[in-house]
């Protein structure tokens, strides 16, 4: 009986996590003529285009921070907002070092990326204990979230060619976290959009890199090092102990840099 409790549970929840919040523009990137929807998605929802002749012509590049959309994120501390726009750096150069070489300043002769965060769905703490204790029942790498704690993460990123030649590609994307899958339960309220930011840098290569570009090796030393680790050891055991995942070990946070302790956090909402 148990079991098939269990089994009808996952497939509730398995239903509820085929949702995610459709992308909306910001309006903060230079153009969203041409976008089309991305096929073969599942969780995800994405629109981009890409001027192949103009990304061809695109080596190097220096990825401009990025910025949040006007409203965005205005419940949160700026320790938080700082956290998820640093992941969403860390993640976008990542993936586009591999296709093209990345500046460490700006170049009159070099394309440009800018990326904007357009919505941060906060992640219930209160119910990812629970969901965290779940995990100790459930064995595998296929977690459960209990109803409270999704959060998600919408954003969108541009290639703009060197000498004002325009825009190269551009890429609309939206998540929400999964209630069945390896979304994992986290007590910051920006778990589940630091988490996001890594199938959103994913995503960006896709869409910027040419079909014929092939991916390359990292380069020495790696262009990405300002924006934190590739790989952070304790993060992975933090959340292999305790089942929760905690984005200030996930590299998102340069060294030495310490939450503030005069920020007043708000209530779950």
């Known amino acids: ?9 996952c497939g509730a929840l398995a239903l509820a996590a085929c949702g995610t919040t459709a992308v909306e523009p910001s309006g903060l990137l230079s153009s969203y003529d041409g ?7 599942v969780w995800a929802s994405i629109q981009e285009r890409r001027d192949d002749a103009l990304a061809t012509q695109i080596d ?12 965005v994120g205005h419940d949160l501390t700026d320790y938080e907002r700082t956290l998820v726009l640093r992941e969403v750096d860390r993640q976008i150069c990542y993936e586009v070092s591999e296709r093209f070489t990345v500046l460490a300043e700006p170049a009159m002769d070099a394309g440009r990326v800018r990326a904007v965060v357009s919505r941060i769905g906060p992640t219930g703490r209160a119910a990812s204990a629970a ?3 779940s995990g100790f029942f459930i064995p595998g790498p296929i977690g459960l979230r209990v109803p409270g704690t999704l959060g998600g993460l919408a954003a969108e990123a541009e290639l703009l060619a060197a000498n004002d030649q325009g825009q190269a590609a551009a890429i609309l994307w939206s998540r929400d976290a999964q209630a069945v899958g ?12 630091v988490q996001l930011a890594e199938p959103f840098g994913d995503a960006v290569g896709d ?23 590739r790989f952070r050891p304790e993060g992975v055991a933090a ?3 305790t089942g929760l995942y905690s984005p200030e070990l996930s590299g998102a946070q340069a060294e030495g840099d310490e939450p503030e302790a005069t920020q007043t956090e708000q209530p779950d909402r």
């Open 1 to 9: 009986m148990r079991f098939h409790g269990m089994t009808a549970a």
């Open 207 to 229: 869409a910027f890199a040419p079909p014929e570009r092939e991916v390359r090796a990292i380069a020495d030393p790696d262009p990405c090092a300002r924006f934190g680790p």
């Open 35 to 41: 976008l089309a929807v991305r096929e073969g998605t």
């Open 182 to 193: 390896t979304d994992n339960p986290s007590l910051s309220r920006v778990g589940d959009a």
């Open 60 to 71: 190097r590049l220096f990825i401009e921070p990025a910025i949040l959309a006007p409203g």
């Open 239 to 241: 959340g292999f102990i």
């Open 131 to 133: 969901s965290a204790a």
